[in-house]
């Protein structure tokens, strides 16, 4: 099993920033970041393939950035012009495999704690 732990949240201003980070026991083929808003549905948010290749929710592609560091098993999520709707908590998570596209957290099968992020 692939052990997940967040850190980075905070509370910000509209318009900041914050990095998040995801120690993992090891990076599988396939990273994600994931968040959860009150009152809403899952979202993905950003995932990221052992290859590099990213992928961005149209809610924050430009703002958002998903990155790895394969030598220290650490996933990242770099937020910029950070905004009220991007207030959630954000979980990290990994795949196994790659059978569901890869913002559907159907395809992931270890999850983080989650970090929350509050943008006022």
């Known amino acids: 099993d692939v052990q997940l732990v967040e850190s980075g949240g905070g509370s910000v201003q509209a318009g900041g920033s914050l990095r998040l980070s995801c120690a993992a026991s090891y990076l599988t083929y396939r990273m994600g970041w994931f968040r959860q808003a009150p009152g809403k549905e899952r979202e993905g948010v950003a995932a990221?393939?052992?290859?590099?290749?990213?992928v961005y929710a149209d809610s924050v592609s430009g703002r958002f950035t998903i990155s790895k560091d394969d030598a220290k098993n650490t996933l990242y999520l770099q937020m910029n012009n950070l905004k009220p709707e991007d207030t959630a908590m954000y979980y990290c998570?990994?795949?196994?495999?790659?059978?569901?596209?890869?913002?559907?957290?159907?395809?992931?099968?270890?999850w983080g704690q989650g970090t929350q992020v509050t943008v006022s």
């Open positions: 998570a990994a795949a196994r495999g790659t059978s569901w596209t890869r913002l559907s957290h159907y395809g992931y099968n270890y």
């Open positions: 990221v393939d052992s290859d590099g290749s990213t």
